[in-house]
Structures are given as C-alpha cells and as structure tokens.
Nanobody, 125 residues
C-alpha cells in the first residue's frame, strides 16, 4: 500500500523539542525527494525542510534553519524532523510529502504526489 504515515506531534512549551517521523511505503524511493511542510488554518502550506532520498544535502526554510534537522533512515524507510528551540509561531499541522521533484520546484506543495495525513504541533508560550 502506497502511503506516508506521520507521527510524533504534540504539545510542547516554547524552547522545547519534538521529533516527527514519516514512515514511507512508496515505489522507487531512490527517485524521491522527501519534504516536510506545515500549515496553519487559513494559510497555504509552507515549506519547512527537504532531503533527497538517494543522496544530497538537506535544505531548510530560513525560519527553521539552525533549529530543525531533517534526516533519513533508509533501513526503516523513515524520514525524521528534529525540532529544537521551538517557538509559538512553529505551531501548525506538519505534513510529510514525497515526489520526483526538481530543485526549482522542490519548495512548492503542488510538485509532490504523495502526502501524509498530517500531525499537529502546538507550542505554548
């Protein structure tokens, strides 16, 4: 079954940490870019971080650079998002996405074919 399943969201105080997981069951994983987006009510999905499954450096939105780390475990077919120094404005539903994307479109949600169900992250002041 083709799917992405996220876990790890929750409620945390400002300054705290959470780790999100995205377990992938997809064809042709080596061709995929794995990316985290986030969305708050009434806004568009915002790029957070991405990484190519086969190789390459991770990329981050400026708003999370230095605080969030994206990583992958090929043995587990899982992508992680370690979030440190969380702030209230990080509060959102976080989505894992996968697709055969090119660099120029990798930050656009409509470039991705597969999406997880989303996991809520709430950061209290």
């Amino acid at each position: 079954q083709v799917q992405l399943v996220e876990s790890g969201g929750g409620l945390v105080q400002a300054g705290g940490s959470l780790r999100l997981s995205c377990a992938a069951s997809l064809p042709n994983m080596n061709s995929k870019t794995m990316t985290w987006f986030r969305q708050t009510q009434g806004t568009e999905r915002e790029y957070v971080a991405g990484i190519r499954w086969s190789a390459g450096y991770p990329f981050y939105a400026d708003s999370v650079k230095g605080r969030f780390t994206i990583s992958k475990d090929k043995a587990k077919n899982t992508v992680y998002l370690q979030m440190n120094s969380l702030r209230p404005d990080d509060t959102a539903v976080y989505y894992c996405a996968a697709g055969n994307v090119i660099a120029s479109t990798s930050r656009q949600p409509n470039a991705y074919d597969y999406w997880g169900q989303g996991t809520q992250v709430t950061v209290s002041p």
